[in-house]
């Protein structure tokens, strides 16, 4: 390996270190690929189903066990562009700042724009202790109880 090749991995990893958000396209614009890809392979089985049955009715053979296994690896294809879909699906979802209103890509744990920790009913300690300050008596209203000389 040349000295030029090193720095050339050695910037693909710095980019990919920083890039995070980028790569993360990158791996959408993937998986929007695979669906078409599958698709179109749907489509080809589909297809190929349809020859087979005409073919199969020409020469007067028996179509059943090529629709049998043409079902099956349609179906296959079908499972996968369904996974597919709903990874799509789910990148998709936006999680709303509830500080500024930011849309945030649904993995994000603080907002992108003010930095405001998203999720927040996983915190919800932050409530309570302010209400408890609130029992505490103001000065001038001591309970009569501490007033009275005990008998
Ligand atoms: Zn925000």
């Known amino acids: 390996m040349s000295m030029f ?4 991995v050695n910037a693909k990893s710095a980019a990919n270190a920083v890039g995070k958000k980028a ?22 089985k589909f297809q190929s189903l349809g020859r087979s049955v005409y073919d ?6 028996d179509p059943a066990e090529k629709i049998v296994s043409s079902s099956a690896e349609i179906d296959e294809l079908m499972e996968q562009l369904e996974a597919i879909n709903m990874q799509l699906v789910a ?11 930011e849309e945030n890509s649904q993995d994000a744990i603080f907002c992108s724009k003010c930095g405001h920790r998203l999720f927040e009913d996983k915190s919800e300690n932050a409530a309570p202790e302010e209400a408890g300050q609130k029992e505490e008596p103001a000065p001038g209203a001591e309970k009569p109880d501490e007033k009275t000389p005990e008998k």
């Open 23 to 44: 790569s993360k396209l990158v791996d959408l614009s993937k998986l929007r690929i695979s669906a078409a890809d599958l698709n179109g392979e749907i489509n080809r």
């Open 56 to 61: 199969a009715h020409k020469t007067g053979s």
């Open 91 to 101: 990148a998709h979802a936006k999680v709303v700042c509830g500080y500024c209103g």
């Open 5 to 8: 090749d090193d720095m050339i």
